[in-house]
């Protein structure tokens, strides 16, 4: 297993344009994480699944944003109609809920909206 | 909801000296505390970690203490080295909550 894989690492993309990004987790962690970073912050919590099931929504996720991860694995981020103020790293770690808190985190995807 | 403090925002050390780095929670619920330790152009990885049920944790140069009355925790790099440079995260989070909040990042530049 290669860790958390993230895809694509940058993405440039118009102002109003979808956007969506994608991670595959560790194989055998059944949580899944998004997250976003601006500069110089901390990561930010975005949502959370447990296995297929989306159980916590932050609110910074708004209604132009949606995630799925339909089968339990990997897991999608979409964002529609985008705006300069998405532009971040989008963060997705995983994690097993059975064995220990720690998360691992992807490399991360780099949104810049022009 | 939870709300972390990191200082400093910018630490510089020499080459062998120690660095710490101090983080403060609010909420009293959260029992996990990790570090994530984040390079250029990758995530952040986690370093060490603390539960609430202790009061220090080390491993090797690495340590983090964890004051549950001050609600306060620190990350402690002994000899440090030029590789120790990158940002550092501290986080909290309460049991079966995941939305873990995480400071606003130190970063460490080891001057060799």
């Known amino acids: 297993d290669t860790g958390v894989s993230q895809d694509p690492r940058h993405k440039i993309t118009k102002r109003g344009q979808n956007v969506t990004f994608r991670c595959d987790p560790i194989?055998?962690?059944?949580?899944l994480y998004w997250y976003r970073q601006t500069l110089g912050q901390g990561p930010e919590f975005l949502t959370y699944f447990q296995n297929e099931a989306q159980l916590e929504k932050s609110r910074l996720l708004s209604d132009r944003f949606s995630a799925e991860r339909p089968k339990g694995s990997f897991s999608t981020l979409e964002i529609q109609r985008t705006e300069q103020g998405d532009s971040a790293m989008y963060l997705c770690a995983s994690s097993n809920r059975d064995r220990d808190y720690g998360y691992t985190f992807g490399s991360g995807t780099r949104l810049t909206v022009v | 909801g939870e709300n972390v403090e990191q200082h400093p925002s910018t630490l510089s050390v020499q080459e062998g000296d120690s660095a710490v780095i101090k983080c403060t929670y609010s909420?009293?619920?959260?029992?996990?505390f990790p570090w994530y330790k984040q390079e250029l152009g990758k995530g952040p990885q986690l370093i060490i970690d603390?539960?609430?049920?202790?009061g220090e944790k080390k491993d090797q140069r690495i340590a983090v203490t964890l004051n549950k009355t001050a609600k306060h925790f620190s990350l402690h790099i002994t000899e440090t080295q030029p590789e120790d440079s990158a940002v550092y995260f501290c986080a909290a989070r309460k049991n079966n909550n995941n939305d873990m909040r995480f400071g606003a990042g130190t970063r460490l530049t080891v001057k060799p």
């Open positions: 603390i539960r609430s049920n202790v």
């Open positions: 909420d009293s619920a959260s029992n996990y």
């Open positions: 194989s055998e962690h059944n949580r």
